[in-house]
């Protein structure tokens, strides 16, 4: 059993979004969402009967606040909650520090701060394993019985479902870029004569750069060499959150784009857009997981099912051009089937992929990465680099 003893309260001392209703009766509609609910799944009932009585559910992701109160409204609504339990989003500007206090609350016995885990391939592994400590914190559950979620959604060992898939790439300011003057190969962008007529910027945390020192993909010395060019000509390192300074004009683009943040200027209407050059092809996938000290696993299984419903898709899609590639339907499939036709198939980035690579080939490079981008390292230095990366080992 989980105490609640040392966890931070809920609600009182940090910003929070409360989709509530006070308790009382089951209003009609709402007894008739439930109803067309139970008819087309009986699991559905059972789930919609068990969040009732857990009464809440905790959200804790650090994108998404925009769109949220739109998901809770639907949510509540497809399965007849209103009135029923309480949902509450708290904004979390950092998505590792949530990582790692679901780490610590799960060591120490205490409940989850959300029912629900967001997040891309690298966290979601840590949490399935734990790698080489002591495990994993992410529970057993039976997401194949949720009638929107495809067989192929569900991965690692059943204990995570795939939401959304995203491509990563080059965002780019259309004022001040013209499409026929992006190089169609990735290497062409660490051409210093490129490097000197724009202002590029990269992400101080080499967002986008780690998967690259692999054997699957370029291997070290490739990804450092490419890594320690690009270093010797950028304008400036920003973080990943920060793509409105592409949007502003104050830089002309930034390698790589692997946040949300881009996708949602450009599906506003923004001047930014994003291109995906020869010789940088990947697909990464963004996942829903239950912590095993959730508190109200029921009502999170009705949230993830909702979240894969063409409503739900249609509203993530609307906001920020991603979906689900493997629902039928899928909204974004056709930028998959765009970039595969240009550039090749992409190579998916995904827990098989972070389970074979990270200890050994990404973890031992991170921290040499801002080096090479702030000129610590050159591409002569990448030969030595490697070397110590493998005798660390």
């Known amino acids: 059993m989980f105490t609640r003893m040392g966890a931070i309260p809920r609600v009182s001392s940090r910003l929070a979004l409360v989709v509530a209703a006070a308790a009382g009766s089951l209003l009609t509609g709402a007894t008739e969402a439930s109803a067309q609910a139970a008819e087309q799944n009986p699991h559905i009932e059972e789930l919609i009967e068990q969040a009732r009585q857990e009464g809440s559910l905790y959200l804790n992701w650090s994108d998404y606040g925009d769109i949220i109160g739109d998901w809770v409204d639907g949510y509540l609504e497809t399965y007849g909650l209103k009135g029923e339990i309480e949902v509450v989003h708290t904004p979390n500007p950092n998505g590792t520090a949530a990582f790692l206090q679901l780490e610590e609350e799960f060591s120490a016995g205490r409940p989850a701060h959300t029912d629900i885990m967001e997040g891309a391939e690298l966290r979601t592994a840590l949490g399935i394993s734990g790698f080489r400590r002591s495990g994993g914190f992410l529970a057993d559950i039976d997401y194949a019985s949720l009638p929107n979620v495809a067989p192929a959604m569900v991965k690692g060992d059943g204990k995570t479902v795939v939401y959304a898939h995203i491509m990563p790439g080059i965002s780019y300011n259309t004022n001040t870029v013209a499409p026929e003057d992006l190089p169609k190969n990735i290497e062409d962008y660490t051409d210093p004569t490129f490097l000197n007529e724009y202002n590029v910027a990269s992400t101080g945390q080499a967002s986008g750069f780690d998967f690259l020192f692999t054997e699957q993909t370029w291997g070290f010395e490739r990804a450092c060499e490419f890594t320690t060019r690009l270093g010797a000509g950028i304008a400036g390192l920003i973080e990943p959150h920060e793509a409105t300074r592409i949007a502003s004009g104050e830089f002309d683009m930034l390698i790589f ?40 696993k029921a009502a999170a299984q009705l949230f993830i099912n909702y979240m894969l419903s063409p409503e739900a898709q249609q509203i993530l899609y609307d906001k920020y051009r991603i979906d689900s590639h493997d629902r039928d339907g899928s909204l974004s499939a056709g930028t998959l089937a765009q970039v595969s036709e240009q550039t090749g198939t992409p190579t998916d980035i995904d827990i098989a992929f972070i389970e074979q690579s990270y200890m050994d080939e990404i973890r031992p490079a991170i921290p040499l990465m801002r080096g090479m981008l702030t000129g610590e390292y050159g591409p002569d230095d990448c030969a030595g680099l490697a070397e110590q990366v493998k005798d660390g080992n």
């Not at 949300?260 to 829903?288: D, K, M, N």
């Open 257 to 296: 784009d692997q946040g949300l943040r881009p996708l949602q200027l450009a599906a506003s209407g923004a001047p930014v857009a994003i291109t995906y050059p020869e010789g940088y092809t990947f697909r990464r996938a963004q996942h829903f997981s239950i912590p095993e000290n959730a508190e109200h």
